[in-house]
């Protein structure tokens, strides 16, 4: 089975939540929307893990928050 990094190639849906950390109802809801690839194994759903990927590398990054200044303006 082919892998990305560490991760098979596909996920079985009740083990995607705790690797992707990513509800599994949000994880449907992307496969819904097309942001990732959920496919039909006999009678259980598995995650395409390079799908799953791609979707978090095109999320904004957050940025850096400003730590308050030292000095107290009054």
């Given at each position: 089975?082919?892998?990305?990094?560490?991760?098979?190639?596909?996920?079985?849906?009740?083990?995607?939540?705790?690797?992707?950390?990513m509800s599994?109802?949000?994880?449907?809801?992307?496969?819904?929307?097309?942001?990732?690839?959920?496919?039909?194994?006999?009678?259980?759903t598995v995650?395409?893990?390079d799908t799953?990927?791609?979707?978090?590398?095109?999320?904004?990054?957050?940025?850096?928050?400003?730590?308050?200044?030292?000095?107290?303006?009054?």
């Open positions: 089975m082919e892998k990305v990094g560490n991760l098979p190639l596909a996920v079985p849906m009740e083990d995607a939540p705790r690797l992707f950390g599994k109802s949000h994880l449907y809801r992307m496969g819904r929307a097309g942001r990732i690839d959920l496919r039909k194994v006999g009678r259980k995650v395409i893990t799953v990927v791609a979707y978090l590398n095109s999320l904004p990054t957050t940025a850096r928050l400003a730590l308050p200044s030292a000095k107290n303006p009054k």
